[in-house]
């Protein structure tokens, strides 16, 4: 690979470091508010554990798609859910300003991650489908597990990406659990939910 292909992804690499100081409206279950960055990479590591569940999907394009899927937000920020229907142009911009972020890419490479993203963006694929709703969890679990301020709207996640977690049987499994947790949230019970007993 040549020195000036190495050294644009590296710049790449560089502004793409900033989604790391992108915060989320959820918190850790220390406090601390959520980086964009950190809810990535726990999507990721999702895609990882329930690869087993999702035959006939592409693990590599799974991967990939989470990787993508929110690295738009390093130029101006994460709208949180619950706020975006007052952003109608949500999904232009963050694609704008991916093709921003990207533009130092070689073409071959800054139309791969431009693709992927767009096949996310439009559920195009049992790839993408399978990571919206796993996008749609992850945030709920966050949103169960973050030690979130006192007025935190728990309720929001009852209804968040049912149109993605109901399509699959892994998924509304999963919503389930999810669920449980939300309710035992909203009714002022931030005790972990309970485990079931080993055999």
């Keep these: 690979m040549h020195t000036d292909t190495l050294q644009s992804r590296?710049?790449?690499?560089?502004e793409a470091e900033?989604?790391?100081?992108?915060?989320?409206?959820g918190h850790t279950s220390s406090g601390r508010p959520e980086s964009t960055a950190e809810h990535t990479w726990r999507l990721c590591l999702m895609a990882l554990v329930f690869d087993d569940a999702l035959a006939g999907l592409d693990p590599l394009k799974l991967l990939q798609m989470c990787v993508?899927?929110?690295?738009?937000e390093a130029i101006h920020g994460d709208i949180p859910a619950i706020h975006q229907g007052a952003h109608p142009n949500k999904s232009e911009r963050e694609r704008e300003d991916l093709r921003h972020l990207t533009r130092m890419l070689d073409a071959p490479l800054r139309e791969r991650i431009l693709s992927l993203w767009d096949e996310y963006e439009q559920a195009a694929s049992p790839e993408a489908r399978a990571?919206?709703?796993?996008?749609?969890l992850e945030t709920i679990l966050q949103h169960n597990q973050g030690k979130n301020p006192a007025d935190f709207d728990y309720a929001f996640n009852l209804a968040y990406g049912r149109k993605y977690t109901d399509a699959h049987p892994l998924f509304s499994s999963l919503r389930a659990l999810v669920d449980a947790d939300t309710t035992r949230r909203m009714l002022g019970d931030d005790a972990s939910p309970p485990r079931p007993r080993g055999t």
């Design 131 to 136: 990571v919206k709703a796993l996008d749609k």
């Design 18 to 25: 900033k989604l790391k100081d992108v915060l989320r409206s």
């Design 10 to 14: 590296l710049d790449f690499l560089r």
């Design 68 to 72: 993508v899927h929110d690295l738009g």
